[in-house]
């Protein structure tokens, strides 16, 4: 069975700052997928990025990184310079491969707030 | 843009009555799925489809069911509501990819009220 484990339930900075979520996830698969997604205060979860197990590579994309390490489970999420924007609940979510449509397992979010 | 939209921000139905959710995608995917939210549980999945007619319960099917008759429509069923489904119901998407998995689009939610 799988499992997203996101241990911080809240998080909250001042703006600038930069801030690291986590991500610690179980699988059996060999062939997996990761993601990240955004839930702000209107309500409607954002893809934010996917990341399959053969790729190790890290990810930049503006103030946004994301370190996957396969060796720790793990798929962490770093917003640099963060902004009240970014204020929003954050889901990491394990795929296995493409079997059942693909379907996701989420964990249970962790809350930032950016102060500003 | 992909849209995938649910018919009701806000729900308040009583408890027993039957109760529909309607989701709908306009991209032509394949795939849909249902996942309630509740604070400290994330998601939980209670059914997702595949193809038209195709349905499989998720984790948390009981007191769920779910239709499919239209490629882009998919709605969840609460035969006889219960207060313990009072929650926010997401609806989502995604379409078939060859040899890899992409990421959902989610509906904006309807919160469900059951009292």
């Known amino acids: 069975a799988q499992k997203v484990t996101q241990a911080q339930t809240e998080i909250s900075v001042v703006e600038k700052e930069d801030v690291t979520l986590d991500c610690v996830y179980e699988t059996r698969d060999t062939t997996y997928y990761l993601f990240w997604y955004k839930q702000p205060p209107s309500g409607e979860l954002v893809f934010l990025i996917r990341?399959?197990?053969?790729?190790?590579q890290n990810e930049i994309s503006g103030r946004y990184s994301w370190n996957f390490q396969k060796s720790t489970s793990s798929f962490n999420f770093t917003i640099t310079a963060s902004q009240v924007v970014d204020s929003a609940v954050y889901f990491c979510?394990?795929?296995?491969?493409?079997?059942?449509?693909?379907?996701?397992?989420f964990g249970d979010g962790t809350t930032l707030t950016v102060k500003p | 843009d992909v849209k995938v939209t649910q018919s009701s921000r806000y729900l308040v139905k009583r408890t027993g009555e039957k109760v529909f959710l309607e989701c709908v995608q306009d991209m032509d995917h394949e795939n849909m799925f249902w996942y309630r939210q509740d604070p400290g549980l994330g998601l939980r999945l209670i059914y997702f489809s595949y193809d038209v007619k195709m349905k499989e319960k998720g984790d948390i099917p009981e007191g769920y069911s779910v239709s499919r008759e239209k490629k882009e429509r998919f709605s969840l069923i609460l035969e006889s509501a219960s207060t313990n489904q009072t929650s926010m119901y997401l609806c989502?998407?995604?379409?078939?990819?060859?040899?890899?998995?992409?990421?959902?689009?989610f509906g904006s939610g309807t919160r469900l009220t059951v009292v």
């Open positions: 979510a394990l795929s296995e491969a493409e079997r059942d449509a693909g379907k996701s397992t």
């Open positions: 989502a998407s995604s379409f078939r990819a060859r040899g890899h998995t992409v990421g959902y689009t």
């Open positions: 990341r399959n197990s053969f790729d190790e």
